[in-house]
T-cell receptor, first 122, second 111 residues
Framework: GAVVSQHPSWVICKSGTSVKIECRSL??????MFWYRQFPKQSLMLMAT?????????EQGVEKDKFLINHASLTLSTLTVTSAHPEDSSFYIC??????????????????FGQGTRLTVV | GQQVMQIPQYQHVQEGEDFTTYCNSS?????IQWYKQRPGGHPVFLIQ?????EVKKQKRLTFQFGEAKKNSSLHITATQTTDVGTYFC???????????FGKGTKLSVKP
């Protein structure tokens, strides 16, 4: 299957600093990538949809200025947590879906997830 | 908005016992996907169900899609310690092309 690579896998930063997380589709192009946040023992909460060449679409309650998303190419999306605070500590994970097709039919494949980034803000 | 309810939240079983997790939606699902997330890992796709009443098997795992396409289940026969993890169902009907995940069922297996 397709591979999505996320970096770094973990990061510890000081309160007030910014952290950038990268998500790359290694063997396919992804016009859309998704960023999730997962709290301990909880489900995946969609934060935003990253669209190549245009602005990201944020879910309700997610601060756009806090979580900056850039999708400058078909294989790379970045999430920057700006002015991080301890409450931003969490597991952030990206995903992308490839396109498949047969004849005139085109559909999205299953979601491929990055390895996730464990962010700890101290 | 769209929601997918998943129960139970946790399940502790003895190795060899069976396990089932259920997903329900108040609206008709276009199709449903199942994922497994091992502790410390990321979700990995297991299967997709598309047709009403569909049943698919993967070794000891049996996946079902309800006749009304509003519910789905994952059943594991004779659990093994390698089955531990959190199992998520996901509605493939997000408006952004995203998946809408259930809260997941965390399975622990006691040897």
């Amino acid at each position: 299957g397709a591979v999505v690579s996320q970096h770094p896998s973990w990061v510890i930063c000081k309160s007030g600093t910014s952290v950038k997380i990268e998500c790359r589709s290694l063997d396919f192009q992804a016009t859309t990538m998704f960023w999730y946040r997962q709290f301990p023992k909880q489900s995946l909460m969609l934060m935003a949809t990253s669209n190549e060449g245009s602005k990201a679409t944020y879910e309700q309650g997610v601060e756009k200025d806090k979580f900056l998303i850039n999708h400058a190419s078909l294989t790379l999306s970045t999430l920057t947590v700006t002015s991080a605070h301890p409450e931003d500590s969490s597991f952030y994970i990206c995903s992308a879906r490839d396109r498949a097709g047969q004849g005139n039919l085109v559909w999205d494949t299953e979601a491929f997830f990055g390895q996730g980034t464990r962010l700890t803000v101290v | 908005g769209q929601q997918v309810m998943q129960i139970p939240q946790y399940q502790h079983v003895q190795e060899g016992e069976d396990f089932t997790t259920y997903c329900n939606s108040s609206t008709t699902l276009s199709n449903i996907q199942w994922y497994k997330q091992r502790p410390g890992g990321h979700p990995v796709f297991l299967i997709q169900l598309v047709k009403s009443g569909e049943v698919k098997k993967q070794k000891r795992l049996t996946f079902q899609f309800g006749e009304a396409k509003k519910n789905s289940s994952l059943h594991i026969t004779a659990t093994q310690t390698t089955d531990v993890g959190t199992y998520f169902c996901a509605d493939n009907g997000g408006s952004q092309g995203n998946l809408i995940f259930g809260k997941g069922t965390k399975l622990s297996v006691k040897p």
